[in-house]
């Protein structure tokens, strides 16, 4: 359990690493799924399609990463099951978040023509967009069990600090996704409904390798009691926490809709273009959010083992090894970033829009990696509600920045949305404080409360 006798938590630079490092490559894959599909149409040369798997994809990145709450929910909630020792509990979890993922799945395959026509009709695309779009989306909101699911399960690999396992998890999606698409839409020339059903097929591989390896790892104690998946104390805190981090979750993909429906109003090459921004930032992303996956296991296990000087080593590494790799991010984005664009795009205006702003979107590892780094700690922490409260003034920020930049056209989005990077980590990094008194009561030097043993 990494718990010594003396009931702290190991954190050291070393252990931290082990979890952040195959945390940050499998956290890479996932953006992967959206440049493979936009590499594979925008090779095609067609800007209306290219902009439709942006749209497409963004929707449903809005649509799953709102329930991709329930990733970090289940991290935070697995670690600290895992440093009170809780054995049972720790199985009980992964249940209850895959129950909650499957139901989450169905309901969203049930609703899919009212949730389609809403999002359309707010996204203000061109008609060429918006059917090529629609038929992207019809095929590939099947994945969405499957898709939930994955993330309940990375989230548990994560809390039992098998990183290594979600990155071969996130690779087997990566690599089928990759796979399919080629031969769906470069062999067989399906078009974005190939794009769309390549991704049905990756997420469904995931999440039986996921269910198998999870097996394996518990071993012959894998039964758990109906009784501990229904205990009503734990539900209502699976509840609160996943509902908050939801919630929170909300406003970041609203903030993110807004970008792409105002890139969208100014034309299908600037959507398209600010596709291709996109998606390079979300490699820097996840790649940086790899360290704060490692704080919401460390974090969320030295809450749970009451180790308060583990968990404030756990954040003072969180936040060095953070920006220790957002400056070479933005300095790799601002010298291969024009390379990468035409290798994504065979269209010379989008291109050319997409150069013209690379600089601007280079600077988003940097100023928003105490984002990354804070919601890491919060998460393990199971700070959901305030992890929602701080986002809202950063929304806030976000739309005023916007407002006054309007005449700046996609330059001010641009700088709306770099403001809303550095704001959220500011807003978390000012409330944290008073969380950690709470959360450890008594001297700021005291050690764990109640020591645990391993098991």
């Known amino acids: 359990m990494n718990i010594g006798a003396d009931g702290r938590v190991e954190v050291t630079s070393r252990r931290f690493l082990a979890i952040a490092l195959p945390a940050t490559l499998a956290q890479m894959t996932t953006p992967l799924l959206g440049l493979v599909a936009t590499g594979a149409i925008g090779r095609l040369g067609d800007a209306v399609l290219l902009g439709a798997v942006a749209v497409g994809a963004l929707l449903f990145d809005f649509t799953f990463w709102i329930f991709g709450s329930l990733r970090m929910g ?138 198998v390896a999870a097996a394996r790892l518990v071993g012959r104690d894998w039964r758990v009691p109906w009784r501990a998946v229904l205990d009503r104390a734990r539900l209502v805190e699976t509840v609160a926490v996943n509902s908050d981090i939801m919630a929170r979750t909300g406003l970041l993909m609203a903030v993110l809709m807004f970008f792409t429906t105002q890139g969208a109003r ?21 790649f940086l959010d790899g360290f704060a996956t490692a704080a919401e296991q460390v974090c969320g296990q030295s809450i749970g083992a009451r180790d308060r000087p583990g968990f404030r080593r756990a954040v003072r590494l969180t936040l060095a090894w953070g920006f220790g790799f957002a400056a070479p991010a933005t300095l790799a984005m601002l010298l291969g ?70 005449p700046l056209g996609n330059g001010g989005l641009w700088f709306a949305y770099l403001a809303f990077m550095g704001g959220r980590g500011l807003f978390l990094a000012w409330r944290m404080p008073a969380l950690e008194r709470r959360s450890f009561p008594g001297p700021a030097s005291a050690g764990p409360l109640s020591p645990q043993s391993g098991s």
């Open 266 to 286: 100014t034309g299908d090459v600037t959507l398209a273009a600010n596709a291709v921004l996109y998606n390079m930032v979300m490699v820097s992303a996840f």
């Open 74 to 211: 289940t991290a935070g909630l697995t670690a600290q099951a895992l440093g009170r020792g809780e054995g049972v509990e720790l199985r009980a979890v992964l249940v209850r978040a895959l129950i909650i993922a499957a139901a989450i799945g169905l309901v969203l395959i049930a609703l899919q023509f009212p949730i389609g026509h809403a999002a359309f009709s707010l996204m203000g695309a061109s008609e060429g967009v918006h059917a090529a779009a629609a038929l992207y989306f019809s095929i590939r909101i099947f994945s969405a069990p499957f898709a939930i699911a994955n993330f309940a399960l990375l989230g548990w690999f994560v809390g039992v600090a098998r990183t290594d396992i979600g990155l071969g998890l996130q690779f087997l999606i990566a690599a089928v996704n990759a796979l399919a698409t080629g031969a769906l839409v470069l062999h067989w020339d399906f078009g974005v409904a190939g794009a769309a059903l390549a991704n049905v097929l990756a997420e469904t591989a995931g999440t039986l390798a996921g269910l």
């Open 337 to 406: 970033g024009g390379a990468l664009i035409d290798l994504l795009t065979a269209n010379g205006q989008v291109r050319l829009v997409g150069r013209e702003f690379l600089p601007l979107a280079a600077l988003t590892p940097l100023i928003g990696v105490a984002a990354f780094a804070y919601d890491g700690i919060y998460a393990g922490s199971a700070w959901a509600r305030d992890m929602r409260n701080m986002m809202l003034p950063a929304v806030a920020l976000f739309f005023a920045v916007w407002w006054f930049a309007q």
